[in-house]
């Protein structure tokens, strides 16, 4: 595999996130299905998604994604039902991806073929080592301002696999402790949005880990998510400027988020979380389209 030890250290140039079109990577779900129980959701439900159900809701929200950013494809592989989550492929900014080390062998045999996606399109490719693991973007998500990483341990990720994070991007990393196992991945319960704001379920973390977001974020910016609307994965959201694409909220939290000036949109996803995900599981963000990140990483 030609691809580079995680010690190396590559310069900070975070200024320009704001001014890139948005531009996300997805995974048609022709293969997907529930095969097997690595969290909470997927118990009970195994084979119990409809692919043809699934298929129409993932076509409404890649529609929906399409109306504020680029999408990009990655082919389904056979034996990767879990692959529509490309969130989990990995970390990528500024042309750089931190390829995912998954925690679950279940998991392992998406490695190659995201690695091989962002190699054909150019990217610096880094891999994790297989005994920190890492799961992407599910545990790893940047503060809007890019300021900052926001990176999850506990269920997956293994919390020494964020000091390597901190030397790729030259970046600042907080650590949180997820310590409720519906909430497995960072992006089930925290959300940073635009404008400053950051969207989460508190239950989901350990007091210190409150206490980080809550010296980040100002009380004015912080959006508390209900029970009932955190197991509908609402933290599971895709934001992009003023819009939020998330699964079916109550009408309270969509009204907290309209009153901020953020203009939402629902796309219903119950295929997808008897797998335990939704709208930003299914999502993986590139900095850049993948074409002028080919061309510009220098
Ligand atoms: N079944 C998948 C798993 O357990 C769901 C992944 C959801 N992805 C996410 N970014 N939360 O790994």
Same mark, same amino acid.
């Given at each position: 595999?030609?691809? /580079?030890?995680?010690?190396?250290?590559?310069?900070?140039?975070?200024?320009?996130?704001?001014?890139?079109?948005?531009?996300?990577?997805?995974?048609?779900?022709?293969?997907?299905?529930?095969?097997?129980?690595?969290?909470?959701?997927?118990?009970?439900?195994?084979?119990?998604?409809?692919?043809?159900?699934?298929?129409? /809701?993932?076509?409404?929200?890649?529609?929906?994604?399409?109306?504020?950013?680029?999408?990009?494809?990655?082919?389904? /592989?056979?034996?990767?039902?879990?692959?529509?989550?490309?969130?989990?492929?990995?970390?990528?900014?500024?042309?750089?991806?931190?390829?995912?080390?998954?925690?679950?062998?279940?998991?392992?045999?998406?490695?190659?073929?995201?690695?091989?996606?962002?190699?054909?399109?150019?990217?610096?490719?880094?891999?994790?080592?297989? @005994?920190?693991?890492?799961?992407?973007?599910?545990?790893?998500?940047?503060?809007?301002?890019?300021?900052?990483?926001?990176?999850?341990?506990?269920?997956?990720?293994?919390?020494?696999?964020?000091?390597?994070?901190?030397?790729?991007?030259?970046?600042?990393?907080?650590?949180?402790?997820?310590?409720?196992?519906?909430?497995?991945?960072?992006? @089930?319960?925290?959300?940073?949005?635009?404008?400053?704001?950051?969207?989460?379920?508190?239950?989901?973390?350990?007091?210190?880990?409150?206490?980080?977001?809550?010296?980040?974020?100002?009380?004015?910016?912080?959006?508390?998510?209900?029970?009932?609307?955190?197991?509908?994965?609402?933290?599971?959201?895709?934001?992009?400027?003023?819009?939020?694409?998330?699964?079916?909220?109550?009408?309270?939290?969509?009204?907290?988020?309209?009153?901020?000036?953020?203009?939402?949109?629902?796309?219903?996803? @119950?295929?997808?979380?008897?797998?335990?995900?939704?709208?930003?599981?299914?999502?993986?963000?590139?900095?850049?389209?993948?074409?002028?990140?080919?061309?510009?990483?220098?």
């Amino acid at each position: 595999m030609s691809t /580079q030890p995680i010690e190396i250290t590559t310069p900070a140039i975070l200024a320009n996130i704001a001014s890139t079109p948005a531009a996300f990577l997805m995974c048609p779900p022709k293969l997907y299905d529930v095969n097997y129980v690595i969290n909470p959701w997927m118990a009970g439900n195994v084979h119990a998604s409809s692919r043809t159900r699934a298929a129409e /809701q993932w076509q409404r929200l890649y529609e929906a994604v399409t109306t504020i950013a680029n999408v990009q494809l990655v082919e389904p /592989q056979p034996g990767s039902p879990d692959m529509v989550f490309t969130a989990n492929a990995g970390l990528e900014r500024n042309g750089t991806v931190a390829i995912s080390s998954f925690f679950h062998p279940e998991r392992q045999g998406e490695e190659p073929h995201f690695r091989r996606w962002f190699q054909l399109a150019g990217y610096t490719v880094v891999d994790t080592p297989r @005994t920190t693991p890492f799961e992407g973007e599910g545990d790893a998500l940047f503060s809007t301002d890019g300021t900052r990483l926001w990176v999850g341990y506990g269920p997956r990720t293994d919390p020494s696999s964020h000091n390597p994070l901190r030397k790729i991007w030259g970046i600042e990393v907080t650590s949180l402790h997820l310590i409720d196992p519906r909430f497995y991945h960072l992006d @089930t319960c925290f959300a940073p949005l635009a404008d400053g704001y950051v969207m989460y379920f508190p239950e989901a973390f350990d007091k210190a880990s409150r206490a980080k977001i809550e010296a980040f974020y100002p009380a004015e910016k912080r959006i508390i998510v209900s029970e009932s609307d955190a197991i509908c994965f609402a933290c599971n959201a895709i934001n992009v400027d003023r819009t939020i694409i998330l699964n079916n909220i109550s009408s309270d939290l969509r009204h907290q988020l309209e009153s901020r000036g953020f203009n939402i949109i629902e796309v219903t996803l @119950t295929e997808f979380l008897k797998a335990g995900g939704a709208a930003k599981c299914l999502v993986m963000k590139l900095s850049r389209p993948e074409r002028e990140a080919a061309n510009s990483v220098s």
